[in-house]
């Protein structure tokens, strides 16, 4: 069998694959080791980046995702980055799907911030701040949505023209969209229950002082050592709660400066996403005062969250 991306799109409705990442979550028998980073050489253009993400129910299932960054794609008009992932049975090792790998990704990193959310963010939320314009604010928008009774969203982007396409985009789905300017950011934000951030900054764009009490911090962008969507003084303030503390604590600038920096410390993270799903620690409610609390999720990506979808893409469509 094999899934394109808009029918990998049509397997995966937002409710179950909340709900798929949730179970995996709280399963004992799931493996997913550390990804594979290997290095390429592509004569007379850039290196080239081979990325291998495995994971494994035992007796049940067998999952790699393989990305592909072929920088040097640019200037042939070809897209620098693709992927797949092949899904296997776990007892024959049989392949049994290929699975678009880009689909799938966009769909359970925005899964895996409402699943955060539904466990983080206050359950009154009601309007959302989008921080960023490109694909995966498609994704992150309904996908919030599905969580949390959301009655209007603002979004801004470096590029307002970017934010005016979006927001156009939503109203056309009946959704109360307007775009915010980068004049407006402060106030905006200071307002908002949710603030869900896709960007590629390298400096702060979010900061700590602006967020209201009660507001919820979804970062999905940061995913290197020098990029952060936020500052020290959010992570200070913040409950913090990531995917995976290995990938968080290596990946992404968001917690890596700071840390580097004297502001926290790594037990700052107070659970991971497994954690929370299992109930070793219950989120918002768990914490003092939590009606007021400020929170902050973290997502870097996990294996886990891809045989996930994958598994739930396959029985929706065998």
């Known amino acids: 069998m094999q899934l394109n991306a808009d029918q990998v799109r049509n397997a995966l409705p937002w409710d179950s694959l909340i709900e798929a990442l949730r179970d995996i979550f709280i399963r004992d028998d799931v493996r997913s080791p550390i990804r594979h980073h290997h290095s390429l050489n592509v004569p007379g253009e850039p290196a080239a980046t081979l990325l291998l993400m495995p994971a494994w129910i035992e007796g049940e299932y067998l999952g790699v995702k393989q990305v592909n960054v072929f920088p040097g794609n640019n200037t042939r008009k070809l897209p620098g980055l693709s992927s797949h992932y092949m899904l296997s049975c776990g007892n024959s090792g049989l392949p049994l799907a290929l699975l678009d790998g880009n689909e799938l990704t966009a769909r359970r990193t925005a899964a895996a911030s409402a699943l955060a959310s539904s466990l ?29 009774p959301i009655q209007s969203v603002q979004v801004w982007n470096r590029n307002e023209a970017a934010s005016a396409s979006l927001v156009a985009e939503l109203r056309a789905s009946d959704i109360d969209a307007r775009v915010c300017s980068t004049a407006q950011l402060q106030e905006v934000a200071g307002e908002a229950d949710i603030i869900s951030c896709a960007t590629l900054a390298t400096e702060p764009v979010i900061f700590g002082d602006w967020l209201k009490p009660g507001a919820h911090l979804d970062l999905v962008g940061s995913f ?21 503390r290995a990938g968080a604590l290596s990946e992404t600038g968001d917690l890596i400066l700071p840390i580097r920096e004297g502001a926290i410390r790594a037990d700052k993270i107070l659970a991971e996403l497994a954690e929370l799903c299992r109930g070793q620690h219950a989120g918002r409610t768990g914490l003092e005062d939590a009606e007021q609390a400020v929170t902050l999720f973290k ?6 969250e891809d045989l996930a979808a994958a598994i739930l893409a396959y029985r929706n469509q065998a």
């Open 120 to 148: 983080l963010s206050r359950t009154d939320a009601r309007n959302l701040l989008m921080v960023g314009a490109g694909r995966m604010s498609r994704y992150l928008i309904p996908a919030h949505m599905s969580v949390r």
């Open 299 to 304: 997502s870097v990506g996990d294996s886990r």
């Open 224 to 244: 290197t050592p020098g990029m952060r969507e936020t500052d020290s003084a959010a992570m200070q303030r913040c409950a913090v709660f990531v995917d995976t």
